[in-house]
């Protein structure tokens, strides 16, 4: 589909140059009369269907520019039309609900978009004088995040996983959970991920009767970097109208974040820049802060974004990882091993971080209990090598009861996901945050040490407990192997 030029049309189209080289997405032009300046947005092509973004000025009459489209049919001596402009984004009530590219244009085939105002990327962020300080906590109803991990509404958490350990489904989750029971808008961007999982999306999303609250837009993996690389700024200009025109809460998901830093590290050896640690552009950080930086909290309304980041080959010290954590007020880490054990959400409570778990925000009961799971946790953690070697019964009894406390509250802090019930067989369970604290309570005084292991094992509330034990739970040390698959997403290396 063409990109939408309607909005373009108004500005006249006067300043023309002509194609000097194609390289790939890396286009130069020359430009007799005036030279466009950075982020200028040109077209090429018999039907103006050749996107080229300007992002260098090489001399006083020739630019660089990186193709937003597929280069095919571009050649030498051809025209190239200055639009006048930056790439614009549609806002206005009438996007809620929709589904976009890069461009603007609509790709849920529902029909063409009316009363939209057309907005640049290019934003700059809230000054500090707008933004607001007040914390508050964003429940999701996943047990071990709002217990161990809470988030902050008008924050940043992130999803950090290497492949298949369940980013998409924990987000996808979230999404379920969140957008039925949160007032504002939510807005769902996919950077470079799999065309299926954009239409799955779209099609639960509509099933659950949410999508009258929803905007989507998409730069999948088989579209050049340099769509990618700008989908997330198109998706936060449109955040960005709803939280300070409309003064809306905004949800914002971004799937992947780390798609977005190889989108700006291939669009950098396009344009010949010399790479920096392990390949990655030289400018990641600024480009990282760039988008990050906008999504805010600010007197009008608050942007909360849940981010999944893929990290390669599992190695959390890789710089796209260490340079997304900086800005996150809540770093959730998921774990291969625990996803090896069949213990989902796969999320690994001690590498996990939130900034909102402290006494003056969640409470001190809260706190105190979190901090309690954590040292139980922790001390299994650290006993795990003296039973593999001598095992548990040359423990101390102190010390065995830790390690069934720990087990059991592992085996507590799994669910059942509404997203995965087609694969598990199990009912989704939404479970609230003064629920999860009191069945984490009633495991710390050792309430449940006649029950077995496994009757704790994907339940909601604990006192679903009694109720699985009478209709017969699995031997302690068996999970179904439905269950070990659950929340697996793939994600490539």
């Known amino acids: 589909m063409a990109p939408n030029r309607d909005h373009e049309q108004s500005r006249g189209i006067s300043n023309t140059g002509e194609v000097v080289s194609v390289r790939g997405s890396v286009v130069d032009i020359r430009f007799a009369r005036q030279l466009p300046p950075i982020y200028s947005l040109l077209r090429a092509g018999e039907e103006q269907q050749i996107v080229i973004e300007v992002l260098a000025q090489r001399d006083a009459c020739h630019v660089r520019g990186i193709a937003l489209t597929p280069t095919q049919g571009l050649a030498r001596g051809m025209t190239v039309h200055d639009t006048g402009g930056p790439l614009q984004a549609p806002v206005g009530k009438s996007i809620v609900s ?31 004088a707008r933004r607001s300080t007040r914390a508050e906590v964003f429940e999701t109803g996943i047990k071990v995040i709002d217990v161990l991990l809470p988030l902050e509404r008008g924050g940043k958490a992130g999803l950090f ?89 905004v949800l914002l998901l971004v799937d992947n974040i780390f798609r977005f830093i190889q989108a700006g590290m291939e669009v950098s050896g396009l344009m010949g820049q010399m790479p920096s640690r392990l390949g990655y552009q030289p400018t990641m950080g600024t480009e990282l802060s760039q988008l990050e930086e906008r999504i805010a909290n600010t007197d009008s309304g608050a942007i909360t974004s849940i981010q999944a980041v893929y990290v390669p080959a599992d190695d959390f010290t890789d710089p796209a990882a260490v340079h997304t954590f900086s800005h996150l007020s809540a770093s959730i880490v998921l774990s291969r ?11 690994d409570p001690l590498q996990s971080s939130s900034k909102m778990a402290t006494p003056g925000i969640v409470g001190e009961r809260h706190y105190r209990l979190a901090q309690e799971i954590r040292r139980t946790l922790a001390q299994y953690e650290q006993l795990k090598d003296i039973i593999a070697m001598l095992g548990l019964e040359q423990l101390s009894p102190e010390d065995r009861k830790v390690v069934a406390r720990a087990r059991r509250l592992e085996r507590f802090l799994t669910q059942p996901f509404f997203t995965t019930e087609q694969f598990t067989g199990l009912k989704g369970k939404l479970v609230s945050l003064d629920e999860a604290l009191d069945g984490c309570e009633r495991i710390l005084r050792d309430e449940f040490q006649d029950y077995p292991e496994s009757a704790l094992y994907m339940i909601g509330s604990v006192d679903e407990v009694q109720q699985k034990t009478a209709t017969g739970a699995p031997p302690a040390d068996t999970i179904p192997e439905a269950e070990v698959r659950h929340g697996a997403d793939e994600d490539e290396p």
């Open 337 to 347: 091993k625990r996803a090896s054990e069949g213990l989902y959400p796969a999320i």
């Open 98 to 128: 929709r589904m976009f590219d890069v461009f603007g244009n609509t790709i849920d085939r529902e029909g063409a978009l009316s009363d939209v105002q057309w907005r640049s990327v290019h934003r700059a962020p809230p000054p500090l």
């Open 161 to 249: 996983g290497g492949a298949g350990v369940g980013k998409t489904v924990l987000l996808t989750e979230m999404i379920h959970n969140m957008v039925g029971h949160q007032e504002g808008i939510s807005i769902f961007c996919g950077i470079g991920e799999r065309c299926r999982e954009g239409e799955e999306l779209y099609r639960e999303m509509k099933q659950a009767g949410v999508l009258p609250d929803m905007v989507m837009i998409f730069g999948q993996m088989n579209e050049p970097p340099g769509s990618r690389f700008r989908v997330g700024h198109a998706a936060l200009t449109m955040a960005e109208y709803f939280r300070d025109d409309e003064h809306r809460d």
